[in-house]
């Protein structure tokens, strides 16, 4: 079990009933296509862990790549991670489809047992539903609502459909392309979530 003592050292007055917001992605080595029956393992995984909605007033970040063969490991630290966190808010973009659903699937064929206690320890909000539900855009895609909202990424060229070929990167000779695109969707869920509240366009939009 991995367990976060650090947060107790903390001496800051926001974190007296402290409450993480937390951004969540996995990324799968899916060489072959989306995985839809969940036959691919997980590769790589971020928690960003925000004070508050506005990551600008601190923001921790857990990441994790690691071979294919060492699924279970990655599985198993995510789980420890959240489940050592204090109760917070999960935030993802597509995870009640995708990223939780994922893990849980994967986890329960890899024999971890005490994947939906350390989960639901947490409240869980999907940012694309609340997208899909209030928004009126040409494309519901996580980055084509960033880019509605002006927000700005480092990492470009990277995406779902071909992670596959950065990995590849990786394992053959340390790109971290594929780690810092891990960490970037994780992190952009906790600010998405601050801009799509905020965000005087995406309001508008929402009540027309």
Known sequence: MIALRGWNAL??????????FIGFDIETYSP???????????????????????????LIVLSSIFPPSSETLILKWILNT???????????????RFDITYIMTRAERCGINYCEKALGK????????????NG???SFKQKVVEQFLGIKRQIIGVEGANYYKYYERFLGYGDLAPLLYNIEDAA???ELSFR?????????????
């Open 11 to 20: 001496n800051h007055k926001s974190l007296s009933n402290f409450a993480p």
């Open 32 to 58: 072959n296509g989306f995985p839809k029956n969940f036959e691919d393992p997980v590769v790589a995984a971020t928690i960003a862990l925000s004070i508050n909605e506005d990551f600008r007033n601190g």
């Open 82 to 96: 959240l489940a050592s966190l204090p109760r917070g808010c999960i935030l993802t973009y597509n995870g009640k």
């Open 122 to 133: 947490h409240n869980h909000i999907d940012l694309y539903e609340k997208v899909k539900q």
């Open 136 to 138: 009126r855009l040409s």
């Open 188 to 190: 952009k869920c906790i």
């Open 196 to 208: 799509l509240k905020n965000d005087k366009a995406f309001i508008r939009i929402t009540k027309q």
